[in-house]
């Protein structure tokens, strides 16, 4: 078995930002493009992040699974150390902030666009499953749980490799990218098992209102930049804005209204924290008819303006 002193397993859309997402020669495959890469990383190697630095997780779940060394993160007020035979999952619309990762630490980094995770996840999962998760996102994994994700991933990562060539050749490119588009889900379905497996909460079955609500997520992530009200999610399901937010509330003691929020406002800070883009153009970006607007806005559920939160984090 390889030696990896930590596994990090991100689930992430390409975003244009200058965060952790790079371009990985190892998982770039001629068009059409895979909705995952993978990255290993070596104490010998440069790092593509530095402490404190903001992972993105609009539209993101992710974890990490420690082997050797220590990976610190912060989600929300909360501080996570996570040492060997931990995991760490996180969940869509969070901001989670890498403190530190032990020099001795080891890592294999991999990320998928949410639209690809998320239907794989609800065919095993309801709603309270997720939220669980959401609440609880660090589990202690046994040896053999740690052993078996390793080698799932070094042979995912080898082939990747494999294919990344083969696919060169255009009578190739189609099969490479669906084989590999099979074995990232495999490597989801393998990451929420050790979880479940591993946490004294069995995965629950799902009923009309789950579906609902999963429909809604996946719409979110779609929309958002663009839609901000309850009645244009509602009518995608075709039901009215009142029904619609009773279920959703239902379902994750949040309104519909309230996770359309979070959603723009963690993706607003996320631009003000970790891009150049000045607020006029984060509001041109967010979809917001001006930057006013979009200060009224942001000051309405953040306490400050986009430039004293800006100003507070010493960015220019």
């Known amino acids: 078995m390889p ?3 930590a596994i990090c397993i991100f689930f992430v859309p390409a975003i244009n ?35 404190g630095h903001v992972i993105s997780t609009i539209d993101l779940c992710g974890c990490f699974i420690c082997l050797q060394g220590r990976v610190e993160v912060s989600f929300g007020d909360q501080t996570y150390q996570i040492c060997r035979g931990d995991m760490y999952i996180y969940t869509p619309s969070t901001l989670v902030r890498l403190l530190h990762v032990s020099d001795d630490a080891e890592d294999l980094l991999a990320e998928a666009q ?7 996840i609800y065919k095993v999962l309801s709603v309270e499953n997720m939220l669980w ?9 046994p040896d053999e749980s740690l052993a078996h994700l390793s080698r799932q991933f070094d042979t995912f990562s080898q082939r990747i490799s494999q294919e990344s060539a083969r696919a060169n050749a255009p009578q190739y490119r189609n099969l490479s990218t669906e084989l590999l588009k099979s074995m990232g ?25 789950d579906i609902v609500f999963s429909q809604f997520m996946l ?7 663009s839609q901000r ?12 804005p009142r029904y619609f937010s009773t279920i959703v509330k239902a379902r994750s003691q949040q309104t519909p209204l309230q996770w359309i929020t979070e959603m723009v406002i963690t993706e607003a800070k996320l631009l003000l924290e970790d891009s150049e883009l000045s607020v006029k153009e984060i509001a041109a970006r967010l979809n917001f008819p001006n930057q006013s607007f979009f200060g009224k806005y942001f000051k309405q559920y953040v306490g400050v303006s986009p430039k004293e939160y800006r100003g507070r984090l010493n960015v220019p």
């Not at 998760?133 to 994994?141: D, E, F, N, T």
């Not at 719409?219 to 930049?225: A, K, Q, V």
């Not at 009200?229 to 009215?240: D, K, P």
């Open 3 to 5: 030696e990896y002193s």
């Open 17 to 51: 930002y200058q965060l952790l997402i790079i371009n990985y020669q190892l998982s770039t495959i001629n068009s059409p493009m895979l909705p995952f890469r993978l990255l290993s990383i070596s104490p010998l190697a440069p790092r593509p992040f530095h402490d």
């Open 114 to 120: 949410v639209p690809f995770v998320l239907p794989i």
């Open 133 to 141: 998760m959401r609440q609880h996102p660090c589990v202690s994994l």
């Open 185 to 209: 889900k495999t490597a989801v379905l393998e990451v929420v098992n050790a979880y479940f497996a591993n946490w004294p909460i069995a995965p629950l079955p799902q009923d009309k209102h």
């Open 219 to 225: 719409n979110l992530f779609r929309y958002y930049r």
């Open 229 to 240: 009200e309850v009645a244009f999610y509602a009518g995608l399901q075709h039901m009215s």
